[in-house]
T-cell receptor, first 112, second 110 residues
Framework: DAGVIQSPRHEVTEMGQEVTLRCKPI?????LFWYRQTMMRGLELLIY????????DSGMPEDRFSAKMPNASFSTLKIQPSEPRDSAVYFC??????????FGEGSRLTVL | GESVGLHLPTLSVQEGDNSIINCAYS??????FIWYKQESGKGPQFIID?????DKRQGQRVTVLLNKTVKHLSLQIAATQPGDSAVYFC?????????FGKGTTLSVSS
């Protein structure tokens, strides 16, 4: 299996622009998670899905953030409009039946 | 807020020493715990897990200890190698979501 696949790996954008991060989970995993990692706050859970349905989005910082999972093999995290404080590494992870989370390599976002 | 934390942000050891990384959690309802390792520029990688009905679990060169009385978790790495240098996170399972602590940076010198 190819593992969790995220794109883009790096994104540099200007404040106010829309950012879309993409994730392909491991086939057969029914949970998908989005995390954000910064030096100050560590790994923060933003939102997670079960069978494509959002279960808990209480970690989404603001209305500027939205996430979708239109099918079992694809999810997006969108920031519109982006701000410099959104600069972070965004991780997608999917969950096996055993409970272990498998992470992607992350998308490093820099908002200027 | 976070319910999982680590006692020390950094740990420096010599190659061949045993390393112990500690973690305190606050949610007594947590039933599952995982240790992850994160190398620079990569996503966190599973090391070992333990369920709340156990107090010890061993893997290859790693052991996780769980003390539910004081809500403490530790990761022991035997014969630490330079390749073990990374950031280590403990995570607890709360209502099907994994909540992570801030991490301990392990530095191994030859």
């Amino acid at each position: 299996d190819a593992g969790v696949i995220q794109s883009p790996r790096h994104e540099v954008t200007e404040m106010g622009q829309e950012v879309t991060l993409r994730c392909k989970p491991i086939s057969g995993h029914d949970y998908l998670f989005w995390y954000r990692q910064t030096m100050m706050r560590g790994l923060e859970l933003l939102i997670y899905f079960n069978n494509n349905v959002p279960i808990d989005d209480s970690g989404m910082p603001e209305d500027r953030f939205s996430a979708k999972m239109p099918n079992a093999s694809f999810s997006t995290l969108k920031i519109q409009p982006s701000e410099p404080r959104d600069s972070a590494v965004y991780f997608c992870a999917s969950r096996a039946f055993t409970g272990e989370l498998f992470f992607g390599e992350g998308s490093r976002l820099t908002v200027l | 807020g976070e319910s999982v934390g680590l006692h020390l942000p950094t740990l420096s050891v010599q190659e061949g020493d045993n390393s112990i990384i500690n973690c305190a959690y606050s949610n007594s309802a947590s039933d599952y715990f995982i240790w992850y390792k994160q190398e620079s520029g990569k996503g966190p990688q599973f090391i070992i897990d333990i369920r709340s009905n156990m107090d010890k679990r061993q893997g290859q060169r790693v052991t996780v200890l769980l003390n539910k009385t004081v809500k403490h978790l530790s990761l022991q790495i035997a014969a630490t190698q330079p390749g073990d240098s990374a950031v280590y996170f403990c995570a607890e399972n709360i209502a099907t979501a994994l909540i992570f602590g801030k991490g301990t940076t392990l530095s191994v010198s030859s």
